[in-house]
C-alpha cells in the first residue's frame, strides 16, 4: 500500500480494502466447554441422537393408549402399576394388559408403552401412584407425552456449522449432541495504543489541558466483545518515536492487529502518521463519513495490521464498528461479520452533516421501532457522554440533508 495520502473514499471502498487483506487464523482443537466465544472451524458433528432414547415429557404414568382410551370421570379406568422409573433409571419394564408404570419427566419410556398419562388425570396423582392408577382422561392419541428418540437431532448431523460463534446456547447443544471438542480459529491478539499527550490515566486527577483516556477501556472491550484477545494496552505522547516503540513492542508480544486511536489527522503533531506515513506500509485516507474521516490502515512487514483511528470517542466507536470488528471477525472465519440491522422510524428530527454518511450514536425502542439520538448535543464526534445511552448508530445517507420525525432510518444494532 502506498503511504501518500489520497481523495475520499466511500466506507465500502476503505472495507473493502482491509478486508482483501485478511487472512483466517490457524486452527487448533479444544474442550467444547473451553471454547466459548470461539468460531468453529469446522462444524460440530452430533456423536449420538437427541433425545437419546424415547422418554417422558411429564410426570404420571407410561401406560398402551388402548388400555385407557375410554376413560372418564365417570368411568375411571384402573391400572396396576407394575414399575417405578425414576430419572436416570435403565430399566425397561414389559408392561401387559391393564399394567402401568409410574415415570418421571426425562425418564426412559417402557418399549410397551406408547403414551403418557399426566398425574393431573389420574385420580390419586401423585399422592397415590405406587399401587394402582385410575385414569379420569385418556392420551389425545398414541405418543402423547412421549419424546421420541432422535426427533430434534441424528448422530452424524450438524449441530453447529463452521463459521458459527460457540454461544451458551451452541454449546449446550454441541454437548447435549455428545460433542467433547471441537476445531476453532485462534482468537486474535489485538494491541490498543491511545496516542496524545494531554491524556490521563483512567482515574487521574483531571486538570486543564488534560483529559481521560478513554478511548483504551473503550477498544479493549470492543476488542474483547468482538472475541478477541487483549494483548497491550498503552498510552502514548505525541511523538513518532513512541509509536514506533510501541508498535515493536507489541509484535513483539505477538499481536495480529494493533489499535491506534488519534495522530492520524493532519494536524502539526500527529504521531501515527509521523511514524508510518512515507513508509509504504500504513496508507492514509479520508473517508466519507461522519464522525471517522480520517482513517489509517495497513500491514506490517511482520503481517500484523495496523489501523488508525481517529481520536475523538464517538468518532473510535463509530470507526471500530464500520472498520475493525469486521476484520476481526474476518480474521476468526466468521460466517456473519456485519453488525444485524433494522429500518426504523425516527422520533426526532436532526440535521446530518452534509455530503458524508452519518453514524449517529442512537436510542432505539424496538418494541414501538422507532430511534432518537442518544445525545442532546446532536453528533459531535467528542460526545462520549452520549455513548452510555446508545443501543444503535442511526446510518443517515450522505446526500439526507435534514431527518424529520416519521422518517425511516436504517440502523446499525450494537447493545
Known amino acids: 500500500m502506498s503511504g501518500a495520502t489520497t481523495g475520499r473514499r466511500t466506507v465500502e471502498e476503505q472495507l473493502a480494502r482491509v478486508?482483501?487483506?485478511?487472512?483466517?487464523?490457524?486452527?487448533?482443537?479444544?474442550?467444547?466447554?473451553?471454547a466459548a466465544g470461539r468460531t468453529l472451524a469446522a462444524s460440530a458433528v452430533a456423536a449420538h441422537d437427541i433425545p437419546l432414547f424415547d422418554n417422558s415429557a411429564m410426570d404420571g404414568f407410561a401406560v398402551r393408549a388402548a388400555d385407557v382410551a375410554p376413560a372418564s370421570e365417570e368411568n375411571p379406568i384402573v391400572l396396576q402399576v407394575v414399575a417405578d422409573l425414576p430419572a436416570g433409571i435403565a430399566l425397561d419394564p414389559p408392561l401387559g394388559s391393564g399394567e402401568a408404570a409410574r415415570i418421571m419427566t426425562g425418564s426412559p419410556a417402557p418399549s410397551d408403552a406408547d403414551a403418557i398419562v399426566p398425574f393431573e388425570?389420574?385420580?390419586g396423582?401423585?399422592?397415590?401412584?405406587?399401587?394402582?392408577?385410575?385414569?379420569?382422561r385418556a392420551p389425545t392419541k398414541p405418543g402423547a407425552f412421549i419424546r421420541r428418540r432422535g426427533a430434534d437431532l441424528r448422530a452424524g448431523d450438524d449441530v453447529v456449522l463452521a463459521g458459527e460463534r460457540l454461544g451458551a446456547f451452541q454449546i449446550a447443544a454441541a454437548v447435549a449432541a455428545g460433542v467433547s471438542e471441537v476445531s476453532v480459529t485462534r482468537a486474535p491478539r489485538v494491541a490498543v495504543v491511545s496516542t496524545g499527550s494531554e491524556l490521563l490515566a483512567p482515574g487521574e486527577p483531571?486538570?486543564?489541558?488534560?483529559?481521560?483516556?478513554?478511548?483504551?477501556?473503550?477498544?479493549a472491550q470492543l476488542v474483547a466483545d468482538a472475541d478477541a484477545e487483549v494483548v497491550l494496552v498503552a498510552r502514548v505522547r505525541d511523538e513518532a518515536d513512541a509509536v514506533r516503540a510501541v508498535t515493536a513492542e507489541a509484535v513483539e508480544r505477538g499481536a495480529d492487529v494493533i489499535v491506534f486511536t488519534g495522530g492520524v489527522s493532519a494536524g502539526a503533531y500527529e504521531p501515527v502518521r509521523g511514524a508510518f506515513?512515507?513508509?509504504?506500509e500504513v496508507e492514509f485516507v479520508g473517508v466519507s463519513m461522519q464522525p471517522g474521516k480520517p482513517q489509517a490502515f495497513g500491514v506490517l512487514g511482520a503481517g500484523t495490521l495496523v489501523f488508525g483511528l481517529p481520536g475523538n470517542p464517538v468518532s473510535v466507536a463509530v470507526s471500530f464498528e464500520v472498520f475493525v470488528r469486521p476484520a476481526l471477525l474476518a480474521m476468526q472465519g466468521r460466517s456473519e461479520i456485519h453488525r444485524p440491522r433494522a429500518t426504523l422510524i425516527a422520533d426526532a428530527a436532526w440535521t446530518p452533516?452534509?455530503?458524508?454518511?452519518?453514524?449517529?450514536?442512537?436510542?432505539?425502542?424496538?418494541?414501538?421501532?422507532?430511534?432518537?439520538?442518544?445525545?442532546?448535543?446532536?453528533?459531535?464526534?467528542?460526545?462520549?457522554?452520549?455513548?452510555a445511552?446508545?443501543?444503535?448508530?442511526?446510518?443517515?445517507?450522505?446526500?439526507?440533508e435534514a431527518v424529520s420525525v416519521g422518517d425511516t432510518i436504517d440502523v446499525m444494532l450494537v447493545g
Not at 414501538?368 to 457522554?385: K, M, Q
Not at 445511552?389 to 446510518?395: L, M, P
Open 19 to 34: 478486508l482483501d487483506v485478511v487472512t483466517v487464523l490457524d486452527a487448533e482443537t479444544r474442550a467444547v466447554t473451553d
Open 121 to 123: 388425570d389420574t385420580e
Open 125 to 136: 396423582g401423585l399422592a397415590d401412584s405406587l399401587g394402582e392408577a385410575r385414569v379420569l
Open 206 to 219: 483531571a486538570e486543564r489541558g488534560r483529559i481521560p483516556d478513554s478511548n483504551g477501556p473503550l477498544l
Open 277 to 280: 506515513d512515507g513508509r509504504g
Open 353 to 387: 452533516p452534509p455530503a458524508r454518511r452519518q453514524y449517529l450514536p442512537a436510542v432505539v425502542d424496538l418494541v414501538a421501532g422507532t430511534v432518537r439520538p442518544a445525545s442532546a448535543g446532536g453528533s459531535g464526534s467528542h460526545l462520549a457522554g452520549g455513548l
Open 389 to 400: 445511552r446508545a443501543h444503535a448508530f442511526a446510518i443517515v445517507p450522505a446526500d439526507v
